[in-house]
């Protein structure tokens, strides 16, 4: 591998939960914390109140079931997956599940309000780039321009529980916008198991509910971009909602000098060349805190702002490439409390 060309991808969590203390034992139940690694991703989730929980266990284990059954559904590299039957159509209609057409339904909402700078048609670009892979480079100008003719979530329709891409070429991929829709749904099973104090964190797409106790919040803190020491740009305290960070430092390589990222422009075929180097969302719902977060990346600190301001009940942090953070009106409104460390 060529020094010039060096892949360093943090895998680091891009939401640092503070005072993770105490854990489960046979004896002592304070709380209970397990992982698991789906979605590419490390997850945990903490129960912060154990009383209505009499076998913490069997509980995981249902959890874990309903990560494998999205991840057999989303995931754009599991054979059989909703995702992998579609992009492999080859232009014919596929029936997909229904939760496959609910999730797709709200990512072609966000591709529509950024005008295309979300676009889960993304995939041509993401496998021609391939920053996690083995030695990556940047690839031939001709090879861009033929994977961006593919790329076009207008491509997309969807008739009942069918899902149709009008160019055989052309790939879906729900990356950014799965893992919130999944820690969603893992909220809402807590939620009707009368659980409700619970930490889940899905590869740092965080979403707190009820917060550690009645009177305790849950303290989270913002990654300064390309600390390998973990240290926090912005911490908040957060009882319920999600937190969600899309940033260039996630997943990266480096070549002749220059940062190439996993989110790319729909416009250029390339990593999106933003000035920011960070956006988090603070957000209700943590399925759109993670699109938002990636279509606020794309757009960057002006238009990102404008179209945050726009959206009720969510804020954003940018951090932009000098590291001055600038907050959204919402911040000021929303029960997040965010301050500068
Ligand atoms: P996130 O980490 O949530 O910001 O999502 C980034 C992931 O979404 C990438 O690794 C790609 O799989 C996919 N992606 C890349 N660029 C875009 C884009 N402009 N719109 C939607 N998804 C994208
Ligand atoms: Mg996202």
């Not at 991808?9 to 034992?25: M, N, V």
């Not at 590299?77 to 596929?94: C, F, Q």
């Not at 990222?261 to 390339?270: E, K, Q």
Request: glycine residues 8%; aromatic residues 8%.
């Amino acid at each position: 591998m060529k020094n010039t060309n060096r892949i360093i991808c943090i895998l680091l969590c891009t939401i640092i939960i503070f005072q993770l203390t105490g854990c489960y034992s046979a004896n002592k139940s304070t709380h209970y914390s397990f992982s698991g690694f789906y979605f590419n991703t490390v997850i945990n989730i903490t129960l912060y109140d154990l009383s209505n929980v009499p076998d913490p266990k069997a509980l995981e284990s249902e959890i874990k079931e309903i990560c494998l059954h999205y991840e057999s559904l989303f995931s754009r590299t599991v054979e059989g997956s909703d995702v992998d039957r579609i992009n492999k159509s080859k232009g014919a209609p596929v029936t997909v599940s229904e939760e496959t057409i609910e999730i797709l339904e709200r990512a072609l909402y966000y591709c529509d309000i950024t005008d295309g700078a979300f676009d889960i048609t993304t995939a041509p670009l993401s496998i021609l780039w391939n920053v996690e892979g083995e030695d990556p480079k940047v690839p031939d100008e001709g090879l861009i321009s033929e994977a961006l003719s593919h790329v076009d979530y207008h491509l997309i329709s969807i008739s009942g529980n069918a899902v149709t891409l009008q160019d055989p070429e052309a790939k879906i991929d729900l990356g950014a916008i799965a893992k919130g829709y999944i820690a969603d749904k893992i909220r809402d099973f807590l939620k009707s198991k009368n659980i409700d104090h619970v930490l889940i964190n899905l590869g740092g797409n965080v979403l707190c509910m009820g917060g550690k106790s009645n009177s305790e919040k849950i303290n989270v803190g913002i990654r300064r971009p390309f600390d390998e020491t973990g240290e926090a740009i912005v911490s908040a305290s957060i009882t319920d909602g999600s937190i969600v960070t899309s940033g260039s430092y996630e997943r990266y390589f480096e070549e002749n000098g220059r940062i190439y990222h996993h989110i790319m422009d729909p416009a250029t075929g390339y990593p999106a060349d933003s000035d920011l180097l960070s956006v988090t969302v603070f957000s209700p719902s943590s399925m759109d805190g993670d699109a938002l977060s990636t279509a606020l990346f794309v757009l960057g600190t002006e238009k990102g702002m404008e179209l945050i301001d726009s959206m009720p009940d969510c804020c954003a942090v940018f951090v932009d490439s000098n590291y001055s953070v600038h907050y959204s009106k919402g911040c000021s409104k929303i029960p997040v409390k965010v301050i500068d460390e």
